[in-house]
């Protein structure tokens, strides 16, 4: 069936055999799975960064272990030299005991020779030497010579009987000291091992976190494709509802929210036709409708299709075309700010700009064109009706 518009459109178009608010009420759906698709998918991202927290958690753990096992293991080391150096110092001193030992065996020798002499002889050699002496002053040599040997003697065995006294003492404080590095040693080794057994199970837990942190990111991937096809499946049925709403919607809307229609600060300052340009103070063809409003008024579309122009663009300051998808596009000019990208499909009556005064301009409005193919139109030809009506009322005429 072929149907003309009353903006000069014709062609014939199938479409699904759903309605438009059975359209709608799917892309509801859809919105809602992607949006708990989303809260699935940041949930398991949320899950991955704390599982990755662990992770380094644990290999920073497995730092301080590892340095704490060098510690011991220099620790081991030094007690281990410790040792070795008691264990020859044990057996120099062992070594000095047995030439104490034969040194004495020997003193005492010669000390039992002299007592035994003694005891056979009694005193009759000392007295025969004493005697024998030629003057009192040699007489007095002799007994001092007599009397130094025997305290040189007990002199020597006691300073031997000291030494190896000495020795039995410091070899008794060696010993005491090896045996108390030696369970220092002991210590250390079961520390080590503790130490290294904790090591092993912060492997393996890395191990399963690893495991944990390569299925939580396949989930990510997964949902991330879900999500993907959700996002072609939302942008598919917008377009097939903009596409119904292009031969549906049979005017456009006011560019500027009804909300305002009433408001005396809105009001339209120039028409479509022929005008002294402001700017350049020239006879010049206006081809649209300026459309003064406060600073910040919202600016909807006029009718839904495709934006193909999101921009700042010299005179027109900041700019935003529509396409339509029938051979005709609208132009919102001056806009303070545009919400709106290149690329984006909108509804009519979506708000997709606020009024502003940027490029040339002389104050705060909306330029307003339809363009039919690369021709422009006077817009209320174009305009709903029902807005014309109340334009009317209060004592405007767009024509």
Not at 131 to 145: G, V
Request: net charge negative; with cysteine.
């Amino acid at each position: 069936m072929v149907s003309c518009s009353v903006i000069g459109f014709c062609g014939s178009e199938t479409f699904a055999a759903t309605s438009i608010a059975e359209d709608q009420a799917n892309l509801s759906k859809l919105e809602a799975q992607k949006n708990a698709t989303a809260a699935q998918r940041n949930q398991i991202k949320k899950t991955i960064s704390d599982l990755k927290g662990q992770y380094e958690n644990n290999y920073q753990k497995k730092l301080i272990l590892e340095n704490s096992i060098q510690l011991a293991e220099a620790e081991i080391q030094t007690v281990e030299d410790l040792i070795a150096g008691y264990e020859a110092r044990l057996q120099e001193l062992s070594e000095e005991r047995y030439e104490q030992d034969t040194q004495l065996d020997e003193y005492y020798a010669i000390y039992s020779k002299i007592l035994n002499y003694y005891y056979r002889y009694g005193d009759t050699g000392s007295f025969e030497m004493l005697l024998s002496a030629d003057s009192i002053t040699d007489f007095l040599t002799r007994l001092d010579y007599l009397k130094y040997v025997m305290e040189y003697n007990n002199t020597i065995t006691d300073s031997i009987k000291i030494a190896k006294e000495n020795i039995v003492a410091t070899s008794s404080l060696y010993a005491e000291a090896q045996d108390k590095l030696t369970a220092e040693r002991e210590g250390l080794v079961v520390t080590r091992a503790e130490l290294e057994t904790q090591i092993t199970e912060l492997d393996e837990l890395s191990s399963s976190i690893k495991g944990n942190l390569a299925m939580s990111e396949e989930q990510v991937r997964q949902l991330q494709s879900v999500t993907d096809k959700l996002n072609q499946e939302i942008a598919d049925l917008n377009k097939q509802i903009t596409e119904k709403y292009i031969y549906t919607e049979t005017s456009y809307a006011w560019p500027i929210d009804s909300v305002y229609w009433s408001d005396p600060n809105v009001v339209i300052t120039c028409k479509y036709g022929w005008r002294v340009n402001p700017v350049t103070d020239k006879n010049e063809m206006h081809n649209g409708l300026d459309i003064k409003a406060p600073k910040g008024t919202p600016i909807q579309a006029a009718k839904s299709g495709t934006v193909v122009r999101s921009e700042n663009s010299g005179g027109w300051g900041n700019v935003i075309v529509i396409a339509h998808g029938d051979g005709t596009s609208t132009l919102y000019a001056h806009c303070d700010k545009l919400l709106v990208s290149k690329g984006a499909t909108v509804m009519q009556g979506q708000v997709i700009a606020r009024v502003g005064s940027t490029g040339q301009s002389t104050g705060y409005h909306l330029h307003f064109t339809i363009y039919k193919g690369s021709e422009t139109v006077n817009p209320v030809d174009y305009l709903d009706e029902n807005f014309i009506r109340i334009l009317n009322k209060r004592g405007l005429s767009l024509k």
